[in-house]
């Protein structure tokens, strides 16, 4: 069983099985958690939105951009490489990504108001409909879809690389990347289709592993995969409401 979340995989799972009558990952266990991540992130990103509007707090705002961002990147490495840290990590990954996007989404909102609350909703709602459509059975984890959107996943993130690689060298990025034309937006709407898609893919392999019953530190390690994946889709989302928002 595979997923397109690059922390979700069945390698991971099969060593976090546990024996009869020990300790195992539950759904509602891994819900819980997720909802603590959301929480630490939504507190982070909060205190650095505040600090974003400040101009005297300019450098900081800059340091704690530059911080978070690889810092989260380490953890989430770490969280990768090592799930049995995640009770530790993960927390750690959260309010780093909940600086970050605290100061992001105050950019964006600074130049779009209101986009915030829309991208917030938006990704709540893409979220909510994902989950009812793979409850009721409309949207199934299969090997195609699963191979497809690995597929799709892996294009989109060597293109990100090499599209931020060549820009160190002052190399611009191809207009529809950023641009709010036609093909700037139906690009942006591939990508979170995309993003909406592997939320299926974890929310079956999480069932799959509460079913199968993994080690009780597996709760923390799958909320901070769904973080991982919801944290994309809503970047994605306001970087769309970003354009659409140009063109008006």
Known sequence: MESSNPTLNERTFSAARVGIGQPAMT?????????????????????????????????FVGITFMGSMIVGFILAIVT?????????????????????LGILSAYFEMRYPGIVMQAVGL????????????????????????????????????????????????IHPPGFINGGGPLGIAFSLFV??????????????IESGSREGLE??????????????LIWLYMEILRLLSKINRRN
């Open 27 to 59: 759904i509602q266990g891994t819900v819980n958690k997720t909802f603590i991540l959301l929480a630490l992130l939504v507190v982070a990103a909060t205190w650095t939105w505040s600090k974003t509007s400040d101009p005297s707090s300019a450098g």
């Open 80 to 100: 990768s490489f090592k799930p049995v840290w995640s009770p530790i990590t993960a927390p750690l990954y959260a309010v780093c990504e909940g600086l970050l």
């Open 123 to 170: 990704t709540f709602a893409v979220t909510f409909a994902m989950l009812m459509g793979y409850k009721a059975g409309f949207l199934q984890a299969t090997p195609a879809l699963r191979k497809g959107l690995m597929i799709a996943m892996g294009g989109i993130m060597i293109f990100y690389a090499v599209v931020w690689i060549a820009s160190m060298f002052g």
């Open 192 to 205: 979170v289709g995309i993003a909406a898609m592997s939320l299926v893919l974890d929310f079956d392999l």
């Open 216 to 229: 009780k530190y597996m709760e923390w390690y799958g909320a901070f995969a769904l973080m991982v994946t």
